[in-house]
């Protein structure tokens, strides 16, 4: 098989986790109790603003968004002493939104790490005079911690790079002072949320940097770690780069062993499908991937499992694209079939998508670059509404061929994530997919297969 054919088959399958990510498995395992902690603390305003010395007033919520809308998860109100206190429950341990009012005026926002058990605490003079909000407990110092070496690492990269005198060797030493770091922030701060996170983050960064470490790390992850499934990816692409694919399935054999539940036994199984493609191996991939509906029925990792099996049987790049017969917005017959001789663009998109906006310019630069004679842009919109895509494109400049409410051209290219694009060939083959915002790398793409010609 033709090398590029094949690196293009699985970076589609890739492509497959973005619309699975952050996914839980549904299946009956027990939600975990809520967590609740303690959190208090004194407000007051600076002399020179109010010397009164009447502190009272202050609103002190802690929430949590869902949906977009903001749910209470705890709320105080200082005395005249500034004084508050809470009990704060939450569903999970984690982030959450604090903000801090009066007389309806929001003074200050910020985040609370909310553990079980934990006991926060918080002294604030307003205002604050461009001072940040300082949460005093294990949790929220921890949290600290991970966020200023994070910060930290990102601003000597960043001074490297504009010094003009990036060395490898030099960014390798800071990749490798980071990740100790971040390693050892668990032990620093044992049992904490971000401890486990920086942990994690270890692996991610240090993968590509010191595979042998990042997969040494790996095998020494505890599964309880919130993010042990990123971590394994990190891990699954390190131990490949060091051996082969054999290698890198052995090591997802090993973690899986070593999994609390379903979800990560699940997550893993996506993976191993990925390392299938990467190894060439589609019928194994395939094969995965039919199992995961098998061993993961009436969950959301059983339908990851699903459409993966039908990219790999009918979407992979050097297929033929799978053919369609629609009319376009101006009432035309449409069929892919039909534009064969020229490289086509099959995008799916929502009018209404922030997104799919602000790449509109990009879209519209590669019909002008390569021009009709070489591109075509086909354009089906999920927006069933006529009037909405016509109102959008009225003040809009969108050359190419348009589709409005293509549902069933959707689900014969199983589109679950907006917007998506795919490149198919002057010979009606499929080349590659572009899931999100991948504008530039299309653009590139592009540019390059219009000289191959």
């Known amino acids: 098989m033709n090398e590029s054919v094949s690196n293009m088959r699985r970076a589609v399958l890739y492509c497959i986790i973005v619309a699975i990510s952050g996914l839980s498995c549904a299946r009956a395992e027990q939600s975990p109790p809520p967590v609740q902690s303690s959190f208090e603390g004194t407000i007051t305003i600076r002399p020179e603003v109010n010397p009164s010395k009447d502190y009272r007033g202050f609103e002190v919520l802690v929430a949590q968004s869902e949906d977009g809308e903001p749910d209470t998860l705890s709320y105080a109100v200082t005395d005249s002493s500034g004084y508050f206190s809470m009990q704060v429950t939450a569903p999970v341990r984690g982030m959450y939104g604090l903000v801090i009012s009066r007389v309806g005026q929001i003074l200050a926002s910020g985040r609370i790490v909310i553990a079980d058990g934990d006991s926060a605490s918080l002294v604030a003079a ?13 949790e929220n110092s921890a949290w600290q911690a991970y966020q200023n070496t994070l910060a930290q690492h990102e601003q000597e990269l960043l001074e490297l790079v504009q010094s003009g005198a990036y060395e490898e060797e030099v960014a390798n030493a800071r990749f490798s002072q980071t990740t100790t770091i971040l390693w050892d922030l668990q032990q620093t701060f044992p049992n904490s ?14 993968s590509g940097w010191n595979d042998s470490l990042a997969v040494a790390r790996m095998r020494a992850l505890p599964s309880s770690n919130v993010r042990f499934t990123d971590a394994v990816r990190s891990a699954r692409h390190a131990q490949a780069r060091l051996a082969d694919q054999s290698a890198a399935l052995a090591l997802l054999d090993e973690l899986t062993e070593r999994t609390e539940s379903s979800a990560q036994r699940a997550e893993i199984a996506s993976e191993r499908v990925l390392a299938h493609i990467d190894s060439s191996q589609f019928d194994a991939a395939l094969e995965v991937a039919q199992t995961m509906q098998e061993d993961f029925v009436d969950t959301q990792w059983a339908t990851w499992g699903e459409r993966a099996a039908y990219e790999i049987q009918n979407l992979l790049p050097g297929m033929e694209a799978l053919n369609f017969a629609v009319r376009d917005a101006n009432g035309d017959s449409l069929s892919l079939r039909d534009l064969r001789g020229k490289h086509v663009i099959l995008e799916f998109y929502r009018p209404e998508d922030d997104l799919y906006q602000r790449e509109l310019p990009g879209r519209n630069n590669i019909f002008t670059v390569l021009g009709a004679d070489q591109v075509e842009i086909v354009s089906i919109s999920m927006q069933p509404d006529t009037l909405v895509n016509e109102a959008f494109f009225e003040e809009r400049i969108a050359p190419g061929r348009h589709v409005y409410g293509g549902l069933d051209v959707a689900q014969q290219y199983n589109i679950h994530v907006l917007p998506t694009r795919y490149v198919i060939d002057p010979q009606g083959n499929l080349v590659n997919k572009y899931v999100g915002g991948t504008m530039a790398a299309l653009y590139e793409d592009m540019v390059r297969l219009s000289e191959q010609q």
């Open 126 to 138: 307003f205002p604050l005079n461009g001072r940040t909000m300082r949460i005093r407990s294990l």
């Open 193 to 206: 949320m971000a401890g486990e996170l920086a942990a994690a983050e270890a692996i991610v960064m240090g």
